[in-house]
């Protein structure tokens, strides 16, 4: 099965990505007697997935302690549009069942695909990490047609929510077995698993929700509309943990998620209690011995690496605990102290007895020898036996704005992921080979001013640059994944940063 | 004041923020201290390690068991109005102990008992949770009478200390500040109470509160921004003092994140607010 993921990079999904969205896709005419589209192929599901002009995202639907993920195209229109929930019997959430929600999405609604599969994968993955289709079934016979359907209701629910929904909703199944279309709502009927039966049964639907779509690319929903749902909805969820006004969400805040990083609070329990292989190995660097940790994922074969570059606050355990959700989601993570050495002893930041000394003295380590102490902890890493040839950089802070470097002082590199840091002096830039993606805090000002002018650059020397900055959100979003916009924001950037390494590191 | 940077759309807030440059005023940056203001997270272990002011750990009696109450005084010898530390939902960690050197700092007798006193592995404290979030845990499942309850006994210790001047205010964030206002609902003779960022107690419970309440909050911290016109209205009818002010920008939490967003501003501003304010309560 193909990585979900791969199309989502492709939305550019950020507020600096709006205006030249809504500017490539003028207005545009279409009456509800207009052409239905037709029934995509599975052969064509990918194709269609890349090469849809409409907004396309993951969203994540609260149910109990759970999340579950779905995929949603929305329409091009400028009013409030029916959801239409798209389902794929025994499928899961699969690139066709999606590609068939693009077109439910031309057709005017708002197509929603419920992966039932969320977190039932191989090591807790979704529809997309089975190996085949055999595998997918398996796993939804075990779910029961009770949880499935409860978890498509959760998603269901939590679409019409959202501010682009007109609170309206129908149910779009996909029987392949039977070769049947089936439509439940306000009013139910089957149709043909053909061309014509698709369009009959979105003129049904059109019909049985009285609508009237107003095509256009104003679209009502803003880039972030259903971000700023998952906003409400973990401000709704304050103070069902503890006590009235407490903050946290559905993030790793009172607990660590499965599918976040830990943060602040659960970063030393999660590093304890991670049952993955991890070591400290002592990497030589000139004089310098530099104490790098090392977590192994526990899958078979070969696989990519992530070199994690450090926070302000050093390669603390939060940094740990990144390494840990990597080496979780099956990465090879390597996180090198680059304070090495600056320590009383010629030791690192566990050698200091107060963090802020340790800040203070890491102003020995010049940002050349930051790269050179990251490039031998790539070297150190690709002769790992389990290391697949690719690596890529992700980092927090200082280590987000040496992940943009690295990509620049290293053209093997094959990703860059840059938390909340800042780019590198042009004659950098200009090196830089991977393709780099970056999450802002809108109220990070000083980061997030630099990344206007860094779409520029980077689209002038022909690099490919994906910014994606969050409403409402500070700097370091991962480390206080709790206060302000920090949990929309987490939940949205982490799944990203996740898909895109999965992209670049894919073995070949 | 209130809720203009929550009507603000997240583009035109970017842009704004992106064109202007941060104001003046901020925290003490990552690995800073500003005098003038309690500690970050990441400068609270050391301010701690080298204060000079006279501080010791006490174990007050309580029941059957002891509350552990970290105690900082002002410098000099003359008596000094208390205030009750009520520490946030992550417990008394270095912190909120950072917050009372402070308090010290500016001139009041500081006195922050640990709520999970006896609550540990094998009746331990605070710090005997081998992890943070077990302490986060643990202290979610405290009932707020029983919170209540611990804090009168260190509140009344507090009183009767050798310096004393007979005053008592108390100060909280998040849960902490939860906490105060409560605490101002249940005893009577309190003199102030200040909340960071903490929510108000039940209509009934207000209708008891007679000390005046200070609340600072984030406006990036919509569950609490939602609170405060219905208690300024309810408080003002019931002829009570509430003062509150609003920080744009800011999150909840913001005097332990000040390095994030504009908190550095919202604390820089806060803080001031607070001791002027516990000043002027307890005269």
Request: charged share 20%; net charge neutral.
């Amino acid at each position: 099965m193909q990585k979900r993921y791969l199309s989502v990079a492709i939305a550019g999904i950020s507020l600096l990505s709006a205006a030249g969205y809504a500017a490539m896709h003028g207005p545009r005419q279409m009456d509800s007697g207009a052409a239905a589209p037709g029934l995509p192929a599975a052969t064509d599901a990918r194709h269609v997935l890349s090469t849809t002009p409409r907004h396309i995202e993951w969203i994540a639907a609260p149910l109990g302690s759970k999340r579950i993920l779905a995929f949603v195209v929305s329409p091009e229109r400028s009013d409030r549009a029916p959801v239409v929930m798209v389902t794929a019997h025994n499928e899961g959430a699969s690139d066709w069942a999606r590609a068939v929600a693009d077109r439910v999405a031309e057709a005017g609604f708002i197509a929603v695909v419920p992966d039932e599969l969320t977190g039932e994968g191989p090591s807790g993955g979704d529809t997309d990490s089975f190996r085949d289709a055999g595998g997918v079934q398996a796993a939804l016979a075990r779910l029961g047609p009770q949880e499935i359907s409860l978890r498509v209701l959760a998603v269901r629910r939590f679409a019409l929510a959202s501010p682009a929904s007109n609170g309206i909703g129908a149910q779009l199944d996909l029987r392949r077995k039977e070769g049947l279309v089936a439509v439940a709502g306000t009013a139910s009927d089957n149709f043909a698993l053909s061309d014509e039966g698709f369009a009959a049964a979105l003129n049904f639907i059109r019909k049985a929700t009285n609508d009237h779509p107003v095509f256009s690319a104003q679209t009502v929903q803003n880039e972030h509309a259903m971000h700023l749902a998952l906003l409400a909805k973990a401000v709704n969820k304050q103070g069902e943990i503890g006590q009235p006004g407490q903050p946290g969400g559905d993030t790793s805040y009172y607990q660590k998620r499965p599918d976040l990083p830990a943060d602040f609070y659960t970063a030393k329990a999660t590093v304890a209690r991670s049952k993955l292989r991890k070591e400290f190995v002592d990497i030589p660097v000139g004089d310098v011995k530099v104490h790098t940790w090392i977590e192994y994922p526990a899958v078979a074969g070969k696989v990519g690496t992530v070199i994690v570059m450090q926070h302000g606050a050093g390669m603390d355990d939060w940094v740990r605990g990144v390494a840990d959700q990597l080496a979780q989601s099956g990465f090879l993570a390597v996180a090198p102290d680059v304070w090495s050495g600056t320590g009383p002893g010629g030791g690192g930041l566990d050698s200091f007895q107060f963090v802020d000394d340790a800040m203070k003295a890491s102003a020995k380590v010049t940002s050349d020898e930051t790269m050179r102490r990251f490039e031998a902890a790539r070297d150190y890493a690709l002769k790992l036996p389990q290391a697949n040839g690719k690596t890529a950089s992700l980092g927090f802070c200082a280590g987000g704005g040496n992940s943009f470097r690295f990509a620049g002082e290293v053209p093997e590199l094959n990703g860059a992921v840059v938390f909340y840091g800042a780019p590198p002096e042009d004659s950098v830039m200009e090196k830089i080979h991977s393709p780099v993606i970056g999450f802002y805090g809108e109220n990070d000002v000083r980061v997030t001013a630099a990344v206007e002018p860094t779409v520029a650059k980077m689209r002038k020397l022909g690099k490919a640059y994906e910014p994606h900055v969050y409403p409402k959100t500070t700097h370091s979003f991962v480390l206080f994944q709790e206060v302000g916009g920090n949990p929309a924001a987490v939940k949205d950037a982490w799944p990203r940063a996740i898909a895109f390494l999965k992209k670049q590191l894919a073995s070949n | 004041m209130l809720g203009r940077v929550l009507s603000l759309s997240g583009l035109v807030l970017w842009a704004a923020f992106a064109q202007a440059p941060p104001p003046a005023g901020r925290g003490g940056g990552l690995a800073g201290k500003n005098p003038a203001l309690p500690a970050n997270l990441f400068v609270s272990a050391s301010t701690l390690a080298h204060t000079r002011l006279q501080h010791e750990w006490v174990d007050i009696p309580m029941g059957s068991g002891k509350l552990h109450t970290w105690i900082e005084y002002p410098a000099g010898e003359a008596p000094a109005p208390m205030v009750l530390v009520m520490h946030y939902d992550a417990g008394l960690d270095d912190l909120q102990r950072a917050i009372a050197d402070q308090l010290a700092t500016d001139g009041f007798i500081a006195v922050a008992p640990d709520l999970l006193s006896g609550l540990g592995p094998n009746g331990g404290n605070f710090d005997s949770f081998p992890y943070p979030d077990d302490a986060l845990r643990a202290l979610a499942k405290m009932a707020p009478a029983e919170a209540m309850r611990r804090f009168k006994v260190a509140y009344d210790y507090g009183l009767k200390l050798a310096r004393a001047n007979g005053k008592g205010a108390t100060l909280g964030c998040g849960v902490g500040g939860t906490h105060s206002f409560r605490f101002a609902a249940e005893v009577p003779s309190l003199s102030a109470a200040v909340v960071f960022y903490g929510m108000p107690p039940d209509a009934a419970a207000i209708a008891k509160v007679r000390a005046p309440v200070l609340g600072l909050y984030g406006e990036d911290d919509p569950s609490l921004i939602a609170t405060i016109e219905p208690t300024a209205a309810l408080m003002k009818r019931l002829g009570k003092s509430y003062q509150y002010h609003t920080y744009p920008g800011a999150t909840h939490f913001f005097m332990s994140y000040q390095v994030e967003g504009r908190n550095g501003e919202a604390s820089a501003e806060a803080w001031p607010a607070a001791t002027t304010f516990l000043k002027q309560a307890m005269k």
